[in-house]
């Protein structure tokens, strides 16, 4: 059974930064790309960065591009978002997700961890 | 404003057919990318129905079925039944943005 688990999440102050972590289980994790989504309580879904199977390529969202970070071990079948400068408005619920056999589309979802930024 | 338009609700009666749009640009649906659809029920994490287009995942019903025609795109649900009660997202690729984009979502609601 496929399992996507995150954690990480929690109340952090504006400017600050936070990991979160992704421990995948049930599948061949090193020979899939791999994203992260984030949702904010009560609205739509926005995604934030995708990685490709040995994590030589990233890809990001301008809204995160150059405070977030995507990384993954494939030794330890791990996915991390490292958040940095964060902001208000990267409050959400973060999602980690494994790309499917559709091109972007997403087959796996965890749990999600919510991440709020406030003072 | 999302990348992709969906109506923000729709409704149907137990046993009727509904559908649910999703309209993109030239940029996205229009560039040729494929369209994936996905239910949320409330308080769980989305749930992939429909990928490329008009491919449904192992354990997806058969009542459930996707189109996509220049830059719009469409879920059809037939039998509606009170759990089909959720949100629906539809998403694509973008590559204005090079990335990943989402619809508003829509809310199903069974009558």
């Known amino acids: 059974e496929v399992q996507l688990v995150e954690s990480g999440g929690g109340l952090v102050q504006p400017g600050g930064s936070l990991r979160l972590s992704c421990a995948a289980s049930?599948?061949?994790?090193?020979?899939?790309?791999m994203h992260w989504v984030r949702q904010t309580p009560g609205k739509g879904l926005v995604w934030v960065s995708r990685?490709?199977?040995?994590?030589?390529?990233?890809y990001y969202a301008d809204s995160v591009k150059g405070r977030f970070t995507i990384s993954r071990d494939n030794a330890k079948n791990t996915l991390y978002l490292r958040m940095n400068s964060l902001r208000a408005e990267d409050t959400a619920i973060y999602y980690c997700?494994?790309?499917?056999?559709?091109?972007?589309?997403?087959?796996?979802w965890g749990q999600g961890t919510l991440v709020t930024v406030s003072s | 404003q999302s990348v992709l338009t969906q109506p923000p609700s729709v409704s149907g009666a137990p046993g009727q057919r509904i559908t649910i749009s999703c309209t993109g640009s030239?940029?996205?649906?229009?560039?040729?990318?494929?369209v994936h659809w996905y239910q949320q029920l409330p308080g769980t994490a989305p749930k992939l129905l429909i990928y490329?287009?008009?491919n449904r995942p192992s354990g997806v019903p058969d009542r459930l079925s996707g189109s996509k025609s220049g830059t719009s795109a469409s879920l059809a649900i037939t039998g509606l039944q009170a759990e089909d009660e959720a949100d629906y997202y539809c998403?694509?690729?973008?590559?204005?943005?090079?990335?990943?984009?989402f619809g508003g979502g829509t809310k199903l609601t069974v009558l």
């Open positions: 049930g599948f061949s994790f090193s020979t899939y790309w």
């Open positions: 490329a287009n008009n």
């Open positions: 990685i490709n199977s040995d994590g030589s390529s990233t």
């Open positions: 998403q694509s690729y973008d590559t204005s943005l090079s990335g990943s984009v």
């Open positions: 997700v494994r790309e499917g056999s559709g091109w972007y589309s997403f087959d796996y």
């Open positions: 030239s940029s996205n649906l229009g560039a040729g990318y494929d």
